[in-house]
C-alpha cells in the first residue's frame, strides 16, 4: 500500500482523481473499456469533483456502485444513488451505471448485482474508509471470508453515528441499521485501488489501519494486502501516523 500524503483535502482529491484517471486510461487503451467503482460519503466529495474533470472517455466506462441503505428512497437526501446520481451519472454520463437499489428485496438484488459484476471485472475501486475503519459498509467484523459479491450487513453504532455527523439525518433514529455492501474479497479483486481519507475524524482509523494487524475487526486492514492500493491523505487524516 502506497500512502500519498497532502496538505488539503483538496490536493488530496486532486491527487487521488488524477491517479485514477490514469489507471482508467491505461485499462481503456489496453482492452477498449474500463469498469470502476464509485465510492460515496464526505471523504469523497474533492475526488469526485475533480474526477468529473479528468479527461476520460466515459463512453466506454462501466461503473458499479459500493453500497446503499436498505429501505431508503432514491430521493433521501441521505440516498447513495442520489448522491452519485448528482455528482458522477449525471456528469459523465458512463456507458453504464449499476446502482445498489435498497428499495428492492436485499437477496435478490445481491444476485442480481453479483451477476452483474462477476462480468465486469474491476480496473480501479474509489473508496473510503470508515471512522470505524470499515470498508464499504462492512463493519468490524467483516466477513473476509464470503464469496459473494454483494451482501446485507447490519450497520453497528459507530457507522450510523459517522452517517448522523456528518449531516445526512437529522437524528440518530432516523440512520438505517442494515444496508446492502460489496464484499471484502469483491473489492480485493479490484485490479487497483484509490483510497482516498481526509479529515481528523479519520485519524485514529487511519492509524489502524496503516499499523495495526490484518483483521476483520478493523475491515480496511485488508488494504494492506493488495498488490495496488494508494491511501490518499491529508496532514489532518495522516495526523497520528508515526
Not at 451505471?97 to 428485496?105: L, S
Not at 488494504?223 to 489532518?236: G, I, P, V
Request: net charge negative; glycine share 6%; hydrophobic share 40%.
Amino acid at each position: 500500500m502506497e500512502i500519498i500524503i497532502s496538505d488539503t483535502k483538496e490536493e488530496l482529491g486532486k491527487e487521488a482523481a488524477n491517479r485514477g484517471a490514469e489507471l482508467i486510461c491505461k485499462a481503456i487503451s489496453e482492452k477498449g473499456e474500463a469498469n470502476i467503482i464509485v465510492a460515496t460519503g464526505a471523504s469523497q466529495f474533492e475526488m469526485l469533483n475533480e474526477l468529473v474533470n479528468e479527461n476520460i472517455d466515459w463512453t466506454k466506462v462501466t461503473a458499479f456502485h459500493l453500497d446503499e441503505y436498505i429501505g431508503i428512497s432514491k430521493m433521501h437526501p441521505a440516498s447513495f444513488r442520489k448522491y452519485l446520481k448528482e455528482r458522477f451519472v449525471d456528469i459523465v454520463s458512463p456507458k453504464e451505471f449499476n446502482y445498489v437499489n435498497g428499495e428492492t428485496d436485499p437477496v435478490s438484488e445481491c444476485i442480481r448485482l453479483g451477476n452483474l459484476i462477476g462480468k465486469r471485472p474491476i480496473d480501479v475501486a474509489f473508496i473510503g474508509i470508515g471512522e470505524n475503519g470499515h470498508l464499504a459498509f462492512n463493519d468490524p467484523p467483516a466477513d473476509f471470508e464470503t464469496e459473494e459479491a454483494y451482501i446485507t450487513v447490519q450497520l453497528d453504532e459507530k457507522c450510523r453515528l459517522q452517517q448522523l455527523g456528518e449531516g445526512w439525518f437529522p437524528a440518530f433514529d432516523d440512520v438505517p441499521d442494515k444496508a446492502i455492501s460489496m464484499s471484502i474479497k469483491q473489492i480485493m479483486k479490484s485490479k487497483t485501488i484509490i483510497c482516498s481519507v481526509p479529515d481528523s475524524r479519520k485519524a485514529k482509523a487511519v492509524k489502524s489501519v496503516v499499523e495495526e494487524p490484518v483483521t476483520p475487526m478493523i475491515p480496511s486492514t485488508i488494504l494492506r494486502q493488495h498488490s495496488a492500493t494508494w491511501l490518499f491523505l491529508d496532514k489532518y487524516s495522516s495526523s497520528l501516523l508515526a
